[in-house]
């Protein structure tokens, strides 16, 4: 099993920067990609970045690409996401997710652990 565990939301004005972390723990060696995802009121759940497990590739979903910032360090077993420029659109939960695949996938279903979730609410 393994548990991932968010943290860093927060309110942040319009045009701010904010990072949040996702710390993995269990058998994280059973895992490749990492992934962030968000949900926000009323809507489904999307994705936002993907990074390999050794850190070398990434891949964004479209609407976030250029502010988004995704990294990973290995030695903490932790990933992260940095967001410039904050937009009242970007508020939603913010989802930490574990896949056994290695192909940078988006999909919900391919993502095998989840987190809790973290908050990210931006005022305009």
């Not at 710390?23 to 994705?47: C, L």
């Not at 695949?101 to 919900?108: A, C, D, E, I």
């Amino acid at each position: 099993q393994v548990l991932l565990t968010e943290s860093g939301g927060g309110l942040v004005q319009a045009g701010g920067s904010l990072s949040v972390s996702c710390a993995a723990s269990g058998r994280t060696y059973s895992t490749e990609d990492m992934a962030w995802f968000r949900q926000a009121p009323g809507k489904g759940r999307e994705f936002v970045a993907v990074i390999s497990r050794s850190g070398t590739y990434t891949h964004y979903a479209d609407p976030v690409s250029g502010r988004f910032t995704i990294t990973k360090d290995n030695a903490q077993n932790t990933v992260y996401l940095h967001i410039d420029n904050l937009e009242p659109q970007d508020t939603a939960l913010y989802y930490c997710a574990a896949s056994t695949y290695y192909s940078l996938r988006s999909q919900t279903n391919t993502y095998r652990y989840w987190g809790q979730g973290t908050q990210v609410t931006v005022s305009s």
